[in-house]
């Protein structure tokens, strides 16, 4: 079974890793490893828009396990 809950702030680094692992970076547009304090702008930025949503999906334990934006 599969939940999904709203990203929140608190959510900022473990995005931050998942967006900046090693296959995710070479199946992008840009390859280039992400600076952290580009995502943190870029992140809150997106949190606060009222037109984007980043949803975390989580197993039956909670454990975070993906992600759609």
Known sequence: MLKF????INDLDLYFNWS??????LNSFNSKSIEYQDHCKWFKSKLSDPDFEILIFQDILENNIGQVK
């Open 20 to 25: 900046n692992e090693r296959l995710v970076r």
């Open 5 to 8: 809950r709203k990203a929140n």
